[in-house]
């Protein structure tokens, strides 16, 4: 199975803040990454696809990048809006694993 | 619009099984492939496994393997997910996930609470 290890695990920031989170995949997984914001006592929304791009009115400040086994998600101004957690997904094969997730908290 | 709609929370003692629903509805059923995910309490997702609601086939994780069923009814444009064996680390919130090709889960289910317990 392809491990996905995302770092940090926690993050405080203020809002303004330029926010990145890393995702490192045990193996090469092309682009076939996936980011998810998940917000208490909801389902995870999708925020970026193929490493790099942004899904249907996800706002501009949310940008991916990478590909193989490094990928980064930056949030170029923090917003209120965007404490929550983050989790990166492999797609690029059986079975398919997340990270175990980045909490982004108020500093 | 795209809605998926699980079935209710659920309370099942060890060793029994569970049967969780996810109803579609605002595009076609068939076209698109279906996960299921699951979340323990203050946990991280867990990918549990794949069905086509076309022609049915299957692939679970390994760590699921003999516990899960999913089924899919093509005429209610449900998809189904059975787990058995059911033990207290089962206890989780159950997401099912609609696949949208080389982009991810666009639409998720509201997620359905199962707890296991004597």
């Known amino acids: 199975d392809i491990q996905m290890t995302q770092s940090p695990s926690t993050l405080s920031a203020s809002v303004g803040d330029r926010v990145t989170i890393t995702c490192r995949a045990s193996?090469?997984?092309?682009?076939?990454l996936a980011w998810y914001q998940q917000k208490p006592g909801k389902a995870p929304k999708l925020l970026i696809y193929?490493?790099?791009s942004l899904e249907s009115g996800v706002p501009s400040r949310f940008s991916g990048s990478g590909s193989g086994t490094e990928f980064t998600l930056t949030i170029s101004s923090l917003q209120p809006d965007d404490f929550a957690t983050y989790y990166c997904?492999?797609?690029?094969?059986?079975?398919?694993?997340f990270g175990q997730g980045t909490k982004v908290e108020i500093k | 619009q795209v809605q998926l709609v699980q079935s209710g929370a659920e309370v099942k003692k060890p060793g029994a099984s569970v049967k969780v629903s996810c109803k579609a509805s605002?595009?076609?059923?068939?076209?698109?492939?279906m996960h299921w995910v699951r979340q323990a309490p203050g946990q991280g997702l867990e990918w549990m496994g794949i069905?086509?609601?076309?022609?049915?086939?299957?692939n679970y994780a390994q760590k699921f393997q003999g516990r899960v069923t999913m089924t899919r009814d093509t005429s209610a444009s449900t998809v189904y997910m059975e787990l058995s064996s059911l033990r207290s680390e089962d206890t989780a919130m159950y997401y099912c996930?609609?696949?949208?090709?080389?982009?991810?889960?666009?639409?998720w289910g509201q997620g359905t609470l199962v707890t296991v317990s004597s």
């Open positions: 996930a609609r696949y949208t090709a080389a982009r991810g889960y666009d639409y």
């Open positions: 605002g595009y076609t059923f068939t076209s698109y492939y």
């Open positions: 069905i086509n609601p076309s022609g049915g086939s299957t």
């Open positions: 193996q090469s997984i092309s682009i076939w």
């Open positions: 193929k490493a790099s």
């Open positions: 997904q492999q797609y690029n094969s059986y079975p398919w694993t």
